[in-house]
């Protein structure tokens, strides 16, 4: 069975840091570029960071530059954000998103979606 999983959401400080994992199961994720995205209540899904296969393509939101860390571990077939300095406004539930080589950041119509993991940064 093809899945993804994210774990690593929680309640956190303003401030405090979380990891995100998501993890691939039932296929080899080191064969797709991967993605992290979130949606906050009442607005849309928004990119937050995408890692090529490798690792040696990676691209920020803005939101995200200088806080968060994307990496990945194709052994482990997982994917990390490590998120630094979190703020109120990094509430959302987030979600990891594989593309097949050539499609970038969500945009192949092939790709696969995990559950969600929530986060909410709340003092």
């Known amino acids: 069975q093809v899945q993804l999983v994210e774990s690593g959401g929680g309640l956190v400080q303003p401030g405090g840091s979380l990891r995100l994992s998501c993890q691939a199961s039932?296929?080899?994720?080191?064969?797709?570029?991967v993605g992290w995205f979130r949606r906050a209540p009442g607005k849309a899904r928004e990119e937050v960071s995408c890692?090529?296969?490798?690792?040696?393509?990676?691209e920020y939101a803005d939101s995200a530059k200088g806080r968060f860390t994307i990496s990945r571990d194709n052994a482990a077939n997982t994917v990390y954000l490590q998120m630094n300095n979190l703020k109120a406004e990094d509430s959302a539930v987030y979600y990891c998103?594989?593309?097949?080589?050539?499609?970038?950041?969500?945009?192949?119509?092939?790709?696969?979606w995990g559950q969600g993991t929530p986060v909410t940064v709340a003092s």
């Open positions: 998103r594989t593309d097949p080589i050539g499609w970038w950041c969500a945009t192949s119509p092939y790709g696969d």
């Open positions: 890692i090529s296969t490798s690792g040696g393509r990676i």
């Open positions: 039932g296929f080899s994720l080191e064969h797709y570029n």
